[in-house]
């Protein structure tokens, strides 16, 4: 059960801390924690904890009631929807709402059912309608190197995240939603669809399928001069096929140049101004 009241956001306080609105995603690093250590974030913020404490972390759309707010006006997420706690085997996550929470890939966690989390990155997703759907992140600190300071347990990533204009963003987001949801064996978007998708959010900005296919050119051409490779037809060979924008969605997975909060662009309201600069 939650705790009548939350941890204070300012300072560090017996291993429990507040991350402020605005943490953009936990894809991109964590700060040095000690082994065990989760951390939580949501639309509106999130929560760090560390095992010892024994604190237990409620999320759903009841604000007042939960450390992890999501989806606060949505009904179709329970008050409180999901229960993150600890014992000696590690963090287990418990469906305390109504539909199902969505781990990577297609397996389900049931209401009533739990399911122990690895220590790692882990977006879990809440669908309650079909072109709605909830993202939260769990990430759980791992074991170090024997000697080494405690740091996150990252696997090994490229050192570069490639700097995207609002424009590239929420084309790629488009192309490669499959990929943000890890759902399996994703593949990109159609450009028709890519297009169809960026003309609902953003209605005045004339969106054609050249013109989505011309934003990704230019960040494919970015990325191959600065050295990556598998991104043009004479590295691939013909028929391409899905395979160069798939080359191109992973790298920027790998990367974090995209991360599964992107995803938020998506939301009509969400969306930036059709008239950023390119």
Not at 35 to 54: A, K
Not at 192 to 207: C, F, H, S
Request: net charge neutral.
């Amino acid at each position: 059960m939650a705790r009548s009241t939350r941890p204070s956001g300012r300072a560090r306080t017996s291993g429990v801390e507040l991350l402020p609105a605005g943490t953009y995603s936990l894809a991109r690093g964590i700060p040095d924690a000690p082994e065990g250590t989760l951390f939580v974030l949501g639309d509106r913020g999130g929560i760090r904890v560390e095992p010892e404490t024994r604190f237990e972390v409620v999320f759903g759309r009841n604000e007042p009631d939960v450390h992890v707010c999501l989806g606060t006006d949505d009904p179709g997420i329970s008050r409180r929807h999901g229960l993150l706690s600890w014992d000696p085997r590690g963090w287990s996550l418990r469906n305390t709402g109504v539909i199902p929470i969505r781990f990577p890939g297609s397996r389900l966690l049931l209401s009533g059912h739990e399911e122990p989390l690895s220590s790692t990155y882990t977006p879990l997703f809440i669908r309650t309608e079909p072109k709605r759907e909830h993202l939260l992140e769990v990430r759980v600190v791992g074991r170090s190197g024997a000697g080494a300071k405690a740091k996150v347990d990252d696997s090994t990533r490229r050192p570069t995240t490639w700097q995207l204009t609002d424009r590239e963003r929420i084309v790629l987001t488009a192309l490669g939603h499959r990929y943000l949801r890890h759902e399996p064996h994703p593949q990109p978007e159609s450009w028709a669809n890519t297009a169809k998708e960026l003309e609902v959010l953003q209605p005045d900005a004339d969106w054609t399928n050249k013109k989505a296919e011309h934003v990704v050119l230019g960040v494919r051409n970015r990325l191959t001069d600065s050295g990556v490779p598998g991104l043009t037809r004479n590295e691939v060979g013909e028929p391409s096929g899905n395979v160069i924008n798939h080359n191109l969605l992973f790298e920027l997975l790998l990367s974090t140049s995209l991360v599964p909060p992107d995803l938020r662009l998506l939301d009509r309201s969400a969306s930036p101004d059709p008239r950023s600069p390119a």
